[in-house]
């Protein structure tokens, strides 16, 4: 499948819970021109009846979104190259993709991305295409073959029964970038708080101020942690 029939596909895909709305190409800001197929800026919200609002919730788009978490991590990453450079790394829940298309614009040896939303892989695949970087696509962490240097997770903990991913990713890595804008009091052992930031969904969401507050966490594993997860 080429990245026609990839978008062709995506289209469709909106267009079955959104009739009117479209796909565009965006540029994400402070991202060193890299570029993101997303929902228009303008998508006629007003037109959304309470059908289309339940369509809405029962498949969410993600992929159609860089969210505020992603937005700041690829920032971050693009700022900070050594976390990445020359290593392989993993975007788990990668939806759009936009943070393993910074890891690979950062300098990243290789990028794995895992996403288990099958229009999502399409999604990194068209946009790992726009963007002429090379990406590999996973639906789940047990594809994984051989090990990563650093897992890049951004927004994947907007339920709290994602949580135990933050100890499960030092079973793959022995490092973690996690930026999130959801959960604002998780504890656990292995992570610090590197930075906070404002950011906001792409297109804006036009969220409140807690959910565009995006913080970024680097998660280290000890000796006790490996393989004991
Ligand atoms: C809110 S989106 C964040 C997308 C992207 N990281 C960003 O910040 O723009 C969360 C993504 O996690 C993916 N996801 C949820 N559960 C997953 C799982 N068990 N394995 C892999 N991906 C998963 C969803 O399909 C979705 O694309």
Redesign the pocket.
Same mark, same amino acid.
């Given at each position: 499948m080429n990245s026609k029939h990839r978008l062709a596909e995506l289209r469709k895909a909106l267009a079955d819970v959104i009739p009117e709305a479209k796909l565009e190409t965006a540029t994400l800001p402070g991202g060193g021109g890299l570029v993101l197929t997303l929902l228009q800026e303008s998508y006629p919200q007003h037109l959304l009846d309470s059908d289309a609002l339940l369509r809405i919730m029962n498949e969410p788009l993600? !992929?159609a979104?860089? !969210?505020? *978490? $992603? #937005?700041t991590?690829a920032q971050f990453l693009l700022e900070h190259p050594d976390y990445v450079e020359g290593r392989r790394v993993l975007?788990?829940? *990668? $939806?759009?993709g936009?943070?393993a298309m910074a890891a690979a614009r950062a300098g990243a040896g290789s990028v794995v991305v895992?996403?288990?939303?099958t229009l999502?892989q399409k999604a990194c695949l068209l946009n790992a295409d726009l963007n002429s970087v090379d990406i590999e696509v996973i639906? #789940?962490?047990s594809e994984l073959s051989g090990a990563v240097d650093i897992v890049l *997770? *951004?927004?994947?903990l907007?339920d709290r029964s994602?949580l135990h991913w933050l100890a499960h990713f030092f079973q793959l890595a022995p490092l973690v970038l996690l930026?999130d804008s959801r959960m604002k009091d998780f504890a656990c052992e292995g992570y610090r708080l590197l930075e906070r930031r404002i950011s906001h969904t792409l297109p804006d969401l036009d969220e409140s101020e807690e959910f565009r507050a995006v913080s970024v966490y680097l998660g280290q594993r000890s000796a006790d942690q490996q393989g004991t997860v």
């Open positions: 993600y !992929w979104f860089c !969210w505020a *978490a $992603g #937005q991590l975007d788990f829940g *990668a $939806g759009s936009v943070v895992c996403d288990s939303d999502a639906g #789940q962490l *997770a *951004a927004d994947v907007y994602n930026a």
